[in-house]
């Protein structure tokens, strides 16, 4: 189906309302294919039409096959690793319970992660840390919670590790594993769009972890996030950035401590 300028630039408009990304010019062939995609399945004629039911059906269910089909969800287990090796350090210095908030799980790799070092760390991690896990995209999410995997995914997780907390994958799962139960228990998945008024949570944070997701979002969304952010954190909290997000210009309410990583100002 042919995308217009006009269509295309309202897309963006609506995508960026509902979850902050922002999809440039560069973007505009893969919009294309994806807006026609949904007009098809929705069982419309144009991808005017398909808009015009998005704005006038602003609860309906098409709303997340939109969002689902615009995120990017590129992610790894231990991607930038730096990051636990500061994470080991730092939570030894806490005090139980240690709560983490991974607000950009994606399919599960980096929250998993975290749990695996926590494990490794501390000798009650499994009771004694817990993770929230969540993320807009809800096919994300759902695959994030089944913790099924192929080989190829888990090639950056240390043999050890991998021998320790994944199962293999047996006749015709063979060539898949599934983290095993330990790991599931200390994570509590949900939805959750990082725009909505309400995060529901009434837990304070030892860390979050919101990497590789504000460099899709413009300055003013990334700032208004940030400064939602500091109150949940406890004292000397942290935060961990993606390798190309730089938050030093846009609040004081966190400070850089080094390496994308940031310390909440008190
Ligand atoms: C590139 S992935 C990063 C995954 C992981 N944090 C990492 O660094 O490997 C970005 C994730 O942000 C999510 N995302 C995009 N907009 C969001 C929003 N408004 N609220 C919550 N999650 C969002 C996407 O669904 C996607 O899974």
Redesign the pocket.
């Known amino acids: 189906m042919p995308v217009t300028s006009e269509e295309f630039a309202r897309a963006a408009r609506l995508l960026h309302q509902r ?3 922002v999809v440039g010019e560069h973007k505009k062939e893969m919009a294309t294919r994806t807006l026609s995609m949904r007009a098809r399945k929705l069982g419309v004629q144009t991808v005017a039409e398909y808009l015009g039911y998005l704005s006038q059906n602003p609860d309906g269910l098409e709303w997340e096959e939109f969002v689902n089909s615009f ?6 287990f231990f ?2 690793q730096h990051h636990f090796e500061t994470l080991k350090t730092f939570v030894k210095t806490r005090k139980a319970p240690i709560n983490i908030w ?6 599960g ?2 929250p998993y992660s975290i749990a695996m070092t926590l494990l490794e760390t501390l000798p009650n991690a499994a009771s004694q840390c817990f993770i929230w896990a ?4 809800t096919q ?1 999410i759902a695959r994030a919670e089944r913790g099924v995997y192929t080989f190829d995914r888990v090639k950056t997780v240390p043999e050890p590790l991998l021998r320790k907390y994944f199962l293999r994958g047996k006749d015709e799962k063979n060539g898949l594993v599934r983290v095993k139960p330990v790991l599931q228990s200390m994570i509590k998945y949900e939805p ?4 909505s008024p309400r995060w529901p949570t009434d837990k304070k944070f030892d860390a979050i ?1 919101c ?3 504000m460099i ?1 979002f413009d300055k003013e969304t990334q700032t208004k996030i940030l400064e939602r952010f500091a109150p949940l954190m406890k004292p000397e909290g942290l935060l961990f950035a ?1 390798h190309s997000e730089n938050f030093t210009y846009l609040t004081n309410a966190f400070k850089l401590q080094g390496q994308t990583v940031y310390a909440v100002s008190r």
């Open positions: 979850t902050g990304i995120t990017i969800n590129h992610t790894a991607r930038e991974c607000s950009a799980a994606s399919t790799e980096e969540t993320d807009i995209d994300a959750l769009n990082l725009l972890f990497r590789n997701i899709y993606g």
